[in-house]
């Protein structure tokens, strides 16, 4: 089992930036990837950013594409995502994600990729 704990989450004018960070403890020795998503209102929940546990490559919503960046820490089994000029649109609860399985045609974008699922945490961009 992962457990994951995300915080960061406030209330920001637009423009302004913001830091998530979600650590992980645990079984956390089988991690592919760590992502994150987000939910919106009335919305499905989408993928907004994800990084390969081992390798050096990210992944990124074309939405959020040059605003948003996804970092880690492998040592302190932790990621980040800093938002930048952030938008109303980018009001949901943001949700950090660990892969902990291979797969084929593994993309890191899809929910259905994700093992493990922190509880949220919540990002409001008031205009």
């Known amino acids: 089992q992962v457990q994951l704990v995300e915080s960061g989450g406030a209330l920001v004018q637009a423009g302004d930036s913001l830091r998530l960070s979600c650590a992980a403890s645990g079984r956390t020795f089988k991690t592919y990837a760590m992502g994150w998503f987000r939910q919106a209102p009335g919305k499905e929940r989408e993928f907004v950013a994800a990084?390969?546990?081992?390798?050096?490559?990210?992944y990124y919503a074309d939405s959020v594409k040059g605003r948003f960046t996804i970092s880690k820490d492998n040592a302190k089994n932790t990621v980040y995502l800093q938002m930048n000029s952030l938008k109303p649109e980018d009001t949901a609860v943001y949700y950090c994600a660990v892969c902990a399985a291979a797969r084929t045609f593994q993309t890191y974008t899809r929910l259905v990729e994700y093992d493990y699922w922190g509880q949220g945490t919540q990002v409001t961009v008031s205009s």
């Open positions: 990084a390969s546990w081992s390798g050096g490559s990210t």
